[in-house]
């Protein structure tokens, strides 16, 4: 029995905790078990990180940025993902590895290959099955993080550096078209959800 892997990814406000939320019990009414995780943190190691990266000093590098993320993923994946999937459960992950060669090697600028190989060291050959990647205008993104309350490091980064993320989350999708399912999330709440159950549905029968 192995379970199955899906992250979801996306700028700021793109409406991924909502759909994982009904992604989930929607998975659960048809008898599978389901987790659902957050990165960065999801483990007693990790939440402390999340912390760290997201409300820590200005002054965090970005080197240090990849290497705390890497260091909860590292943690994750063995603590929580890996057991989850040798028991046959399906994972829901809010961001993975993606978020990191998009927010960290894109935004940031740090280059790719060291960013791929802290990566590669951090999950070792724990990868998603499936992710889906929900896109959103940045103007609506924008509208959406001004009605929040407080920000963290990464939401007061200035536009261009969104624009680099939103960029380079489009060339990751045309980089894995097999793993990578880009989705209009700029649409009705039950379309949205609709066209994730699909996608979702479709790639489970093809793994049974
Ligand atoms: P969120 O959970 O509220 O989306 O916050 C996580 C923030 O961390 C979000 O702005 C994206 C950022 N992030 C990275 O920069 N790199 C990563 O690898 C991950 C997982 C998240």
Not at 170 to 187: E, F, M, V
């Given at each position: 029995m192995s379970g199955f892997f899906i992250t979801f990814e996306g700028t700021e406000g793109c409406g991924k905790s909502t759909h994982i939320k009904k992604l989930a019990a929607r998975l659960e009414t048809e008898g599978h078990t389901v987790r659902t995780l957050r990165e960065p943190g999801g483990t007693d190691c990790g939440e402390p990180i999340r912390k760290l990266l997201k409300h820590?000093?200005?002054?965090?590098t970005a080197e240090t940025e990849l290497l705390l993320m890497n260091a909860s993923r590292a943690q994750l994946v063995r603590e929580v993902i890996r057991p989850a999937l040798k028991s046959g459960e399906i994972i829901l992950c809010d961001r993975f590895y993606d978020s990191t060669t998009v927010y960290q090697g894109i935004g940031r600028g740090l280059a790719a290959e060291d960013v791929q190989r802290v990566i590669d060291f951090a999950v070792g050959?724990?990868?998603?099955h499936l992710t889906l990647l929900l896109q959103i205008p940045l103007e609506t993104s924008e509208e959406r993080l001004a009605r929040r309350m407080g920000t963290d490091r990464f939401e007061q980064a200035d536009r261009t550096f969104f624009e680099r993320v939103e960029r380079g989350y489009r060339s990751l999708a045309q980089k894995y078209p097999d793993r990578i399912h880009s989705i209009n999330?700029?649409?009705s709440m039950n379309t949205v959800e609709t066209k994730i159950w699909e996608i979702v549905s479709n790639a489970l029968n093809r793994s049974e």
């Amino acid at each position: 029995m192995s379970g199955f892997f899906i992250t979801f990814e996306g700028t700021e406000g793109c409406g991924k905790s909502t759909h994982i939320k009904k992604l989930a019990a929607r998975l659960e009414t048809e008898g599978h078990t389901v987790r659902t995780l957050r990165e960065p943190g999801g483990t007693d190691c990790g939440e402390p990180i999340r912390k760290l990266l997201k409300h820590g000093p200005d002054s965090v590098t970005a080197e240090t940025e990849l290497l705390l993320m890497n260091a909860s993923r590292a943690q994750l994946v063995r603590e929580v993902i890996r057991p989850a999937l040798k028991s046959g459960e399906i994972i829901l992950c809010d961001r993975f590895y993606d978020s990191t060669t998009v927010y960290q090697g894109i935004g940031r600028g740090l280059a790719a290959e060291d960013v791929q190989r802290v990566i590669d060291f951090a999950v070792g050959d724990t990868r998603p099955h499936l992710t889906l990647l929900l896109q959103i205008p940045l103007e609506t993104s924008e509208e959406r993080l001004a009605r929040r309350m407080g920000t963290d490091r990464f939401e007061q980064a200035d536009r261009t550096f969104f624009e680099r993320v939103e960029r380079g989350y489009r060339s990751l999708a045309q980089k894995y078209p097999d793993r990578i399912h880009s989705i209009n999330a700029d649409l009705s709440m039950n379309t949205v959800e609709t066209k994730i159950w699909e996608i979702v549905s479709n790639a489970l029968n093809r793994s049974e």
